[in-house]
């Protein structure tokens, strides 16, 4: 995931000031982070899967790291968590 930083250098920007700037940080989910979300959701690696509309293999493929995380499954992950979003809530 591609986050634009609002236009002001954030804490880490190679520039090494806050003044204005284009910088972009990349954020993608981590499979420790994955199995994190999905453990604090509630959800089994199959559960995940049933949920995210993907087969069981495909979620233990991101928990194990072996396929990359899709920026919308971050996304909803780390959305339904900060907002308290139980996947029973999600039709």
């Known amino acids: ?6 236009g002001f250098h954030f804490a880490g920007c190679q520039s090494g000031d ?5 910088c972009y940080i990349q954020i993608a989910m981590t499979p420790k982070q994955y199995a994190d979300a999905i453990e ?9 899967g049933a949920f995210l ?9 991101w928990v194990a790291g072996d396929s990359a995380i899709p920026e919308s499954v971050a996304k909803l ?8 979003v ?3 809530d999600v039709k």
């Open 1 to 6: 995931m591609t986050i634009k930083q609002g």
């Open 18 to 22: 806050f003044g204005p700037c284009d």
């Open 40 to 48: 604090r959701l509630g959800l089994s690696q199959r559960a995940a």
């Open 53 to 61: 509309g993907v087969d069981e293999r495909q979620s233990r493929r």
């Open 77 to 84: 992950l780390r959305l339904m968590i900060r907002l308290g």
């Open 86 to 88: 139980k996947p029973e």
